[in-house]
């Protein structure tokens, strides 16, 4: 069956589907003649198991792990356990510091932040949590792209330098040591583009809105 009939039965996107496509979290087969995307029964039935786990808030890399044989089920949800035990106790710590606030009274321009931030840092000695979780993730998918891009761009940049050392030292035919440098100039004006692109997407949130239902 095609995409669209796949993002009918699970009641998710066709966006949601192909993340998890990159995520290796379902593998559809390929039409033979077209090479175009042939979904199955078991693909429906993957992508449901998906969609009921990431709406725990399980994370893909625990799908894919217990999809592996390399987490159990149990496991994985007792830890999803913790996860939001320790979420509560945040959420109460916040709700704690918001009523305190509006007790205090007063406008915004009356706020003395840095005596409440100084409260802040006192709960987060006794284990609270006041950071924001998906500001942090977005970081480091920031950081992500842009290491996964300079090693790319360093290892074509080296290559460069290593033609240019070699054919000072013997020269080859001209045409060939063009190509050879528009290919690596292009592979690095390509990556490049591609980072920036990356770099877009996560702050623009289409990477989060794929991981929504």
């Given at each position: 069956m095609k995409i669209n009939q796949v993002a009918e039965l699970v009641g998710i996107t066709k966006k949601n589907i192909r993340f998890y496509e990159e995520q290796k979290l379902v593998e559809p087969g390929r039409d033979s003649q077209n090479g175009y995307r042939e979904y199955s029964m078991d693909d429906v039935r993957q992508l449901e198991k998906v969609k009921l786990l990431r709406q725990l808030g399980v994370s893909c890399e625990s799908i894919r792990k217990m999809a592996a044989g390399e987490l159990g089920l149990e496991r994985c949800m007792k830890d999803r356990l913790k996860e939001l035990e320790e979420a509560e106790q945040s959420v109460g710590q916040m709700k704690i510091l918001c009523l305190q606030l509006a007790e205090?009274?007063?406008?915004?321009?009356?706020?003395?932040?840095?005596?409440?931030?100084?409260?802040?840092?006192?709960?987060?000695?006794?284990?609270?949590?006041?950071?924001?979780?998906?500001?942090?993730?977005?970081?480091?998918?920031?950081?992500?792209?842009?290491?996964?891009?300079?090693?790319?761009?360093?290892?074509?940049?080296?290559?460069?330098?290593?033609?240019?050392?070699?054919?000072?030292?013997?020269?080859?035919?001209?045409?060939?040591?063009?190509?050879?440098?528009?290919?690596?100039?292009?592979?690095?004006?390509?990556?490049?583009?591609?980072?920036?692109?990356?770099?877009?997407?996560?702050?623009?949130?289409?990477?989060?809105?794929?991981?929504?239902?």
């Open positions: 205090k009274g007063g406008d915004y321009t009356g706020v003395d932040a840095a005596a409440w931030l100084e409260r802040m840092k006192e709960l987060e000695k006794g284990g609270g949590k006041f950071m924001n979780v998906e500001k942090t993730d977005t970081r480091k998918r920031k950081t992500g792209a842009i290491i996964a891009a300079a090693v790319v761009v360093l290892f074509a940049i080296a290559m460069i330098a290593m033609l240019l050392w070699a054919n000072a030292m013997d020269p080859a035919p001209k045409a060939i040591l063009i190509f050879c440098l528009a290919v690596l100039g292009a592979v690095i004006i390509g990556v490049i583009i591609a980072v920036i692109q990356r770099l877009k997407e996560v702050k623009g949130g289409e990477i989060d809105e794929a991981r929504k239902y």
